[in-house]
């Protein structure tokens, strides 16, 4: 069993900084794919970033690429997402998640295996 707890979210202006974490639990965190999901009122839960398990290998939705930065920290079991230039767009609940397989990073949410409660992140215009 994989917990997922994130953390980071809140209210910012637009053109702001947050940074997202989500703490894992599990002996073998720095075997799982980590990936980053929004879910904004009335869409569905869209792909944002996802990272391998050294690191080395990251996927970013186009929407996000240039802004927002995930990383991770094997040590601490945690994965991060640092968002720079937030739109009033990027407003959402933010979701981590696990993939136990052994493949490459993927953007299919479907591919998951554990996720996070979430944390609100709120962009004001």
């Known amino acids: 069993q994989v917990q997922l707890v994130e953390s980071g979210g809140g209210l910012v202006q637009a053109g702001g900084s947050l940074r997202l974490s989500c703490a894992a639990s599990g002996r073998t965190f720095s075997a799982y794919t980590m990936g980053w999901f929004r879910h904004a009122p009335g869409k569905e839960r869209d792909f944002v970033a996802t990272?391998?398990?050294?690191?080395?290998?990251?996927i970013y939705a186009d929407s996000v690429k240039g802004r927002f930065t995930i990383s991770r920290d094997n040590a601490k079991n945690t994965v991060y997402l640092q968002m720079n230039s937030l739109k009033p767009e990027d407003t959402a609940v933010y979701y981590c998640?696990?993939?136990?397989?052994?493949?490459?990073?993927?953007?299919?949410?479907?591919?998951?295996?554990?996720w996070g409660q979430g944390t609100q992140v709120t962009v004001s215009s």
């Open positions: 998640a696990a993939d136990l397989g052994w493949g490459q990073p993927t953007t299919q949410k479907n591919e998951y295996d554990y």
């Open positions: 990272i391998g398990w050294s690191g080395e290998n990251t």
